[in-house]
């Protein structure tokens, strides 16, 4: 989309091939790599999760989450930098992991550090990616902001 067209001096019948590559960008953002809901049932022994074959590849994610069995997930793999994954927990039986802010790890805000937030049913978690490529380089998982169910 191109914020400076249509110009105030464009002829009328210039203005549906405006509204059509509008029309195009906002389907593009909508279906494409824009924003997204996940509904996410965690297998029992996972300790990592996969951008693209578990999450989404969408830019902004809501993630509802739940789990077969207690897990511990300590990685994200295959994210790319600015991508948001909200998750909001089902259950009782997801714990994040805290790691260095290396390789895929989540790196949590909260002490004591390297711990494990085990999230509750109506917890929410909210994770950045910093420094992945979607590639060879999954950059770390940065902790934006969590909510922790009190009722």
Same mark, same amino acid.
């Given at each position: 989309m191109d914020a400076t067209k249509p110009t105030d001096v464009e002829n009328v019948s210039a203005l549906p091939a405006y509204i059509r590559e509008t029309r195009a960008a906002i389907n593009a953002l909508s279906s494409g790599s824009?924003?997204?809901? &996940?509904?996410?049932?965690i297998?029992?022994?996972?300790?990592?999760?996969?951008?693209?074959?578990?999450? $989404?590849?969408?830019?902004?994610?809501?993630v509802i989450?739940?789990?077969?069995?207690?897990?511990?997930?300590? =990685?994200?793999?295959?994210? &790319?930098? $600015?991508q948001t994954k909200v998750f909001v927990f089902q259950? =009782?039986?997801?714990?994040?992991?805290? $790691?260095?802010?290396?390789?895929?790890?989540?790196?949590?805000?909260?002490?004591?550090?390297?711990? &494990?937030?085990?999230?509750?049913? =109506?917890d929410v978690l909210a994770l950045v990616n910093v420094g992945g490529d979607g590639s060879t380089v999954q950059g770390y998982w940065k902790e934006l902001f969590r909510q922790v169910a009190l009722k």
């Open positions: 824009g924003v997204g809901i &996940t509904d996410l049932t297998a029992a022994g996972a300790v990592a999760l996969t951008v693209g074959t578990d999450l $989404g590849l969408f830019g902004f994610e809501i989450v739940d789990a077969d069995a207690a897990v511990n997930i300590a =990685n994200i793999l295959g994210g &790319t930098q $600015g259950d =009782n039986n997801v714990g994040i992991v805290d $790691g260095l802010a290396v390789g895929g790890a989540i790196y949590l805000n909260q002490l004591p550090a390297l711990s &494990t937030f085990s999230a509750q049913a =109506n």
